[in-house]
């Protein structure tokens, strides 16, 4: 598809376990971002991609949080013993280049719900 | 700490009338201002921006206007229409400073707006 892909759009877990986010940006964009949005807030950065650069992970709320992207393209966003508090919609977004002046194209989000 | 604030949490407006959004900011480092939209169940899209070097950009029936001295930005679309009901976020990048990265957008907690036939 033309647009950035995420998967699952729902996710139901029970508190504790792993979970994991898959993201697939646009083709041929070599910047990508991970945002949340919890129920009733504005979106919160967690993670940006740039190509080979190390990302920026200055937004990851705790070390149960994790992100990988590999070969340029996927992305993986992994929330270990999740709690609660995690329940969110989970965006991702790419650009072309990273460029400071690029808009970002969001997906659709994944809604992870945590019991 | 909320950088990006937008203090209405909704608005209703008549179809054919003007809408307008707000949006202040304390981060005085802010540069860059945007608009996205967002529908039910889509990811936001973008809908217009405007650089701090400029107080006035337009496009179509939205025009976002940016005060610096008051830290305040408005979204105008003239005339509403009911497809533009939907959350609009107000975000800001600033510009790269002590490591900073570029992929940071700061962005407000979203206004619904609601127009009407």
């Known amino acids: 598809g033309a647009g950035v892909s995420q998967s699952p759009s729902n996710k139901v877990t029970e508190k504790g376990k792993d979970v994991e986010l898959r993201c697939d940006p646009i083709?041929?964009?070599?910047?990508l971002y991970w945002y949340r949005q919890s129920l009733g807030q504005g979106l919160e950065f967690l993670i940006y991609?740039?190509?080979?650069?190390?990302?920026?992970k200055s937004g990851l709320p705790s070390d149960r949080f994790s992100a990988e992207r590999t070969g340029g393209s996927v992305s993986t966003l992994t929330i270990q013993r999740t709690q609660q508090e995690d329940s969110a919609v989970y965006l991702c977004?790419?650009?072309?280049?990273?460029?400071?002046?690029?808009?970002?194209?969001f997906g659709s989000g994944t809604q992870l719900s945590v019991l | 700490d909320q950088q990006v604030k937008q203090n209405s949490p909704s608005l209703s407006v008549q179809e054919g009338r003007i809408s307008i959004l707000n949006c202040d900011y304390t981060n005085s480092m802010f540069d860059y201002f945007l608009w996205y939209k967002k529908y039910p169940a889509e990811g936001p899209t973008f809908l217009i921006s405007?650089?701090?070097?400029?107080d006035k950009n337009e496009d179509g029936r939205f025009t976002v206007f940016l005060n610096k001295s008051a830290k305040h930005l408005s979204l105008h679309i003239v005339p509403s229409q009911p497809g533009d009901s939907a959350v609009y976020f107000c975000a800001a990048k600033r510009a790269r400073a002590g490591g900073t990265s570029y992929g940071k957008l700061t962005f407000g907690q979203g206004t619904i707006l609601t127009v009407h036939p």
């Open positions: 405007i650089s701090s070097i400029k």
């Open positions: 083709s041929g964009h070599t910047a």
């Open positions: 991609f740039q190509g080979n650069s190390a990302p920026d």
């Open positions: 977004a790419s650009s072309p280049t990273g460029g400071y002046y690029e808009k970002l194209f």
